[in-house]
């Protein structure tokens, strides 16, 4: 296999480095690629520019990984929609091989707000906010491209070297919403990344999956139980912090389904081997 990881940022990287593992030739895809550890292959490249096609390498799998360079529509518009099609359209030179298998990866912020309720691959995809509909827009540029295409939803990713949560929690600026359960919805890096390897591999993957972990939970049952594995005091409830989220249960029975099991099935394993490892 021979890959190319568009975006070769927190995900990209730790996906990289597996396939290199499994011996699968690797290339990762950034505007400054200097810092790629090895067994990936550097390509420095725009997904923006004119000249794309002649930067990129002889592949037959790709991962579109990529992230808004800014919270603007703009920027969420340029990236997931226009750098989408500018890749696919470069990928599509008469003179490359077809390429076998496009994953986009996308968020679970294209849904709406569902009141609690449970979501899956085939609740609409209804989001309020310009991030929901562009990226959105992207999974649609990708499903109808011109290549075999799957499209991976995944929630709030978390892991090594992401301890904002941690740190907030220990010095007690977190605050536990009101007003009944907020649900939040989260996948641990590795889990991320060994997913999106899964669906490279798999033969016949469905177009649309949910990445999350097994078990949803509500914020305030995170904070809390955050705050016992850090010995920190816990954290005060504020109604006002339930206002402007997003509510809803995400469903990861599809990705089950085709076979993939979870290093870190829920938030308290991922967070206690952070804890352990002393981030």
């Given at each position: 296999?021979?890959?190319?990881?568009?975006?070769?940022?927190?995900?990209?990287?730790?996906?990289?480095?597996?396939?290199s593992e499994e011996g699968h030739q690797v290339w990762g895809l950034k505007r400054r690629p200097e810092g790629l550890p090895e067994g990936i292959e550097?390509?420095?490249?725009?997904?923006?520019?004119?000249?794309?096609?002649?930067?990129?390498?002889?592949?037959?799998?790709?991962?579109?990984?990529?992230?808004?360079?800014?919270?603007?529509?703009?920027?969420?518009?340029?990236?997931?929609?226009?750098?989408?099609?500018?890749?696919?359209?470069?990928?599509?030179?008469?003179?490359?091989?077809?390429?076998?298998?496009?994953?986009?990866?996308?968020?679970?912020?294209?849904?709406?707000?569902?009141?609690?309720?449970?979501?899956?691959?085939?609740?609409?995809?209804?989001?309020?906010?310009?991030?929901?509909?562009?990226?959105?827009?992207?999974?649609?540029?990708?499903?109808?491209?011109?290549?075999?295409?799957?499209?991976?939803?995944?929630?709030?990713?978390?892991?090594?070297?992401?301890?904002?949560?941690?740190?907030?929690?220990?010095?007690?600026?977190?605050?536990?919403?009101?007003?009944?359960?907020?649900?939040?919805?989260?996948?641990?890096?590795?889990?991320?990344?060994?997913?999106?390897?899964?669906?490279?591999?798999?033969?016949?993957?469905?177009?649309?999956?949910?990445?999350?972990?097994?078990?949803?939970?509500?914020?305030?049952?995170?904070?809390?139980?955050?705050?016992?594995?850090?010995?920190?005091p816990e954290p005060v409830v504020d109604p006002d912090q339930s206002r402007d989220r997003s509510n809803k249960r995400c469903s990861n029975r599809l990705?089950?389904?085709?076979?993939?099991?979870?290093?870190?099935?829920?938030?308290?394993?991922?967070?206690?081997?952070?804890?352990?490892?002393?981030?």
């Open positions: 296999m021979k890959v190319l990881i568009a975006g070769c940022g927190y995900v990209g990287t730790e996906l990289g480095l597996r396939l550097p390509v420095a490249a725009d997904l923006l520019s004119t000249d794309l096609v002649d930067r990129l390498p002889d592949v037959d799998h790709v991962v579109y990984a990529a992230a808004a360079d800014g919270g603007t529509r703009e920027a969420y518009r340029a990236i997931y929609v226009d750098g989408v099609r500018n890749l696919l359209d470069a990928l599509s030179s008469p003179e490359r091989e077809p390429i076998r298998r496009f994953i986009f990866v996308s968020s679970t912020g294209v849904y709406g707000d569902s009141g609690g309720e449970w979501v899956d691959e085939e609740t609409p995809a209804e989001a309020e906010s310009f991030r929901g509909t562009e990226v959105r827009a992207g999974e649609e540029a990708a499903l109808g491209g011109p290549f075999p295409a799957s499209v991976l939803r995944l929630g709030g990713i978390y892991g090594p070297g992401r301890t904002r949560l941690l740190q907030m929690v220990r010095e007690g600026r977190v605050r536990c919403p009101g007003d009944g359960p907020i649900w939040s919805n989260r996948i641990h890096r590795d889990d991320a990344a060994r997913a999106l390897q899964h669906l490279l591999n798999l033969s016949e993957p469905a177009p649309i999956y949910v990445g999350v972990d097994d078990e949803p939970t509500p914020l305030c049952q995170v904070y809390r139980e955050v705050a016992r594995m850090l010995g920190a990705l089950r389904e085709s076979g993939f099991s979870f290093t870190y099935p829920s938030f308290r394993e991922g967070y206690g081997a952070m804890v352990a490892a002393g981030d």
